[in-house]
């Protein structure tokens, strides 16, 4: 039976629970928890302005409820947690899961701590910090709490079977607890300093490694304060670009929210001892619960997830069952947390910050969204196309100073470029520089594989002119391909015309050669298509160019190498992991290159005598 609001709802509990809604196939759509599971229901079906939207949706989809008791509302927070993760209802937010970003990780408990990078915070009693989002700014983070704090990174299998102290040792990274007898209350000490460091706690930090720098000083350890110096200063360097936005020194995530119709924006700032530290956006479609069930629903998947608990969340509404949520979020941190709805003073200030983030975070992501969908539309029109070029595949055909040629592969979707897809072909079957020959055989083996598979983009951009086109033409015909789009994209070129000696050349438009057109198509600068293909375009060249480097680096660091009697292959890839240049490989010590893997002591002199020659 359909659920029938006049008559159903008070049938519900009044007990704590979860209720799960479900469509008549049976998809559970939505889960949510209450306090009180009739009050929570009977809210849906009142006229309250923010569950309107979210009543249209139950209109077309629910067909019934269903609801499980908890013995407090706690439990009832932590199941929410678990049914959303195991059914991700449509109408539920999804916070995207944490896996995709990474964390740093110190266990304490080990005798020589080392810090790691994982994708997930597990519960074994380490710590975690993050999650960071972006990887330059965990390789930054890394680099210099490796340069000024010197934790040892290597893994531990590693650690216990050195005979003697890696690279990092060698160039002043770690002090080599693996064979040293290194002090261990000053490693413990340096710990410390990087939880601090990465807990965002700097003041704190500065005034420790003061202390810690007039102590080394007044025992007339002078190498010591100067290191205690030099962190300090690494600490307050780091500091410069955060600005203050907090009064009080305690780590706050501050919620805010912007919602349109269906659409919610959330940004979360993070707020470490009065510094904003960071920055969390999550952009949901079709939400239409009351915002204070689903700030309650995402703070509580946010840090069941595993992020970092700080000691205030604060929020624009008041959550209804707070106090199950602040039990819950101090048990997952293991110190009292506080649940804030300040409505004036500073906390306020810090949620209009916040607030104002969401909508711009909205506005950013609708926009780019519009520039990309009408792009592709508009591409589609000015081209004649017989589809919206939804997946784009771009060839580009590349030969720099006489290395062998390769041919580019980049893949843009829905506008944005998908990295993971690109791919480079090695030339098999054409000798020389024949150019149409080469895009002939990359074409082929692309479209053939296109057509076992089942798997062919909706248009494919070949980089050049009307050859090129041709050959790409010829290509469809042979193979048979239907229902694949395909256009050249020439280069802008100089024009002739008298111009003064100094004026910069004056140069075409973008050119896009299009199949049965004798005449191109000139791209108007500063259209979303003509950004679209030259991105494109770009891409393909800019990745061309990186394996050209690649492979010259690798060519011209194992060619003077090979002349060294006892430096094979392997050795070869070790000395190349760790040093990255010839420039750098001559400039090491006999010490620094005895300490890679499989180097010894006397080979390490060889090839230094050989590169000093
Ligand atoms: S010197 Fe190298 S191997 Fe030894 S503890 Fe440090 S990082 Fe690990």
Redesign the pocket.
């Known amino acids: 039976m359909p659920f029938d609001p006049a008559v159903d709802i008070d049938r519900l509990p009044v007990e704590p629970g979860c209720y799960l809604m479900r469509a008549a196939d049976d998809e559970i759509i939505y889960v949510g928890k209450a306090a009180s599971l009739r009050a929570r229901v009977r809210q849906y079906f009142g006229s309250t302005s923010d569950t309107r939207f979210f009543v249209g949706l139950l209109d077309r989809f629910l067909d019934r409820i269903e609801v499980i008791i908890t013995a407090t509302e706690k439990e009832a927070l932590i199941l929410e947690n678990e049914l959303i993760k195991r059914h991700q209802p449509r109408f539920n937010v999804e916070l995207k899961d944490d896996k995709s970003f990474l964390h740093l990780r110190i266990d304490e408990s080990m005798e020589?701590p080392?810090i790691d990078v994982v994708r997930r915070p597990r519960k074994d009693g380490a710590r975690y910090f993050g999650p960071y989002h972006s990887a330059s700014k965990i390789r930054q983070t890394l680099k210099l709490v490796e340069r000024y704090f010197q934790l040892?990174?290597?893994d531990d299998l590693?650690?216990k079977n050195?005979s003697r102290?890696?690279?990092?040792?060698q160039i002043k990274?770690?002090?080599?607890?693996?064979?040293?007898a290194v002090d261990r209350a000053a490693y413990q000490q340096q710990v410390q300093a990087v939880t601090l460091f990465l807990q965002g706690r700097h003041g704190e930090l500065a005034a420790e490694l003061e202390r810690r720098m007039w102590a080394a000083a007044e025992a007339l350890d002078y190498e010591g304060a100067a290191r205690f110096r030099d962190q300090i200063r690494a600490v307050q360097g780091s500091l410069e670009p955060q600005q203050m936005v907090g009064a009080r020194e305690v780590d706050q995530d501050v919620y805010g929210l912007y919602r349109e119709g269906g659409f919610l924006q959330v940004a979360l700032l993070q707020i470490r001892r009065g510094r904003m530290v960071g920055s969390r956006a999550f952009t949901f479609e079709q939400q239409g619960v009351p915002d204070a069930e689903l700030l309650s629903t995402i703070v509580n998947l946010y840090y069941s997830g595993g992020a970092e608990v700080p000691d205030e969340v604060i929020l624009g509404v008041p959550l209804e069952g707070d106090a199950a949520l602040v039990e819950r979020l101090t048990e997952l941190r293991g110190r009292r947390v506080a649940l804030r709805v300040p409505q004036r003073g500073p906390g306020r200030k810090l949620l209009e910050l916040a607030d104002r983030n969401a909508e711009h975070g909205f506005f950013q992501a609708r926009q780019s969204e519009a520039v990309r969908d009408g792009g592709l539309v508009r591409l589609k029109n000015r081209l004649r196309l017989a589809n919206l070029p939804y997946r784009i595949e771009c060839f580009d055909i590349s030969l720099f100073q006489g290395d062998s040629a390769v041919a580019s592969r980049v893949v843009f979707e829905g506008g944005v470029p998908r990295r993971d897809r690109y791919r480079h072909y090695k030339i098999r079957t054409v000798e020389g520089t024949d150019d149409f020959a080469m895009m002939r055989e990359v074409l082929t083996r692309r479209l053939r594989r296109g057509l076992e598979e089942g798997d062919l983009p909706d248009l494919i951009v070949v980089d050049g002119g009307k050859g090129q086109l041709g050959v790409a033409v010829a290509v469809f015909q042979d193979l048979g391909v239907e229902g694949v789009d395909v256009v050249g994209l020439a280069k802008s070129r100089v024009l002739a015309g008298d111009r003064p000696d100094d004026a910069a050349p004056e140069r075409s438009s973008e050119r896009v050669f299009v199949p049965g057109l004798r005449e191109p198509f000139v791209l108007k600068p500063h259209t979303d298509e003509y950004f679209l293909l030259t991105h494109l375009r770009d891409e393909a060249h800019r990745f061309a160019i990186t394996f050209h480097r690649k492979t010259r680096t690798t060519k011209a660091f194992t060619g003077e190498l090979d002349q060294i009697p006892g430096v094979g292959p392997a050795r070869k890839k070790s000395l190349l992991l760790a040093f990255g240049s010839m420039t750098r490989l001559r400039r090491a010590s006999i010490d620094e290159i005895a300490?890679v893997d499989g180097i010894g002591e006397r080979l390490a002199q060889s090839i230094h005598a050989a590169l000093h020659a």
């Open positions: 020589w080392r040892r990174n290597c590693t650690f050195r102290p890696c690279l990092q040792y990274r770690c002090p080599a607890p693996c064979v040293l300490a």
